[in-house]
């Protein structure tokens, strides 16, 4: 009998917003195979759950993928979680889920609702979201340029991407140098978490206003 891959949500920043259904199954399962352990040590500690934790991220080898295979052979289940949101989701998850589905199509792979930065973001934005782009991650280095002249000319708006406070500034010197200086953005920081702020304004606004400390967090930003 084969076992079961769950995909799970967990919280984007406030514990709370753990769902019954994910703590359920992470309180089921044999097997938890976390992003980084350290963090999804703190979110099972809060929740009183101790688990046996396998490291699985993008730059997982090859034997870690069969060790997956042989555990879900011998009809164990395993939790695939992130350190927040939704696996796949601009995190590390697609490789194994389509390795499973090649070799053993027979694993069921159940996919467990959880809290989405995009979603959460846009919900509060104030606009139309009946249709939008999801861009993720802009490139480090090569294909920046590209990567922001293709935003502009998406049709189906309004185009979410995901930055790190590290390239915050860079990210508004590019779209600018694409959008112009006046092009209106909102930018949600550090959602569900203490210092959470949806920002609205042009990017030169941007640049001005998320200096030094505002600077710092996880960021969305969202363009029309």
Known sequence: ???KLYVVGTPIGNLKDITER???TLT???????EDTRVTSKLLNHLGIKKPMWRYDEYAKSDLYERILEFL???????LVTDAGTPLIADPGSKLIAFIRERTPEVKIVPIPGPSAI??????????????TFAGYPPH???RQTFFKTLKQIEMRPVVIYESPHRLQ???????KICGIEHPITVAKELTKIHEEIWKGTLEEAKRHFQKEKGKGEFVIIIP
């Open 141 to 143: 280095k090569k294909g």
């Open 22 to 24: 994910a703590k359920e």
């Open 1 to 3: 009998m084969n076992g």
């Open 119 to 132: 979603v959460t973001a846009l919900s509060a934005s104030g606009m139309n979201a009946d249709r939008f």
């Open 28 to 34: 089921s399962v044999d097997l938890v195979l976390a």
């Open 170 to 176: 860079k990210t508004f010197n590019d779209m600018e």
């Open 73 to 79: 052979g011998a009809g164990k289940e395993i939790a």
